[in-house]
């Protein structure tokens, strides 16, 4: 499928607890933005 895809995340703490794999060009990780309102990503060891 050609173009962007677009995985939109929502604002707020999101803890990652295993790898994310994608296997396409052209894909875009969007949050909310940063700071206060934006969107954390937290990678659990």
Do not use: C, D, H, Y
Request: net charge positive.
């Amino acid at each position: 499928m050609p173009g962007n895809r677009i995985l939109q995340l929502p604002a707020g703490k999101l803890i990652l607890s295993n790898i994310l794999f994608t296997e396409r060009s052209n894909f875009v990780l969007r949050g909310a933005g940063a700071g206060a309102g934006g969107t954390e990503i937290l990678v659990k060891s």
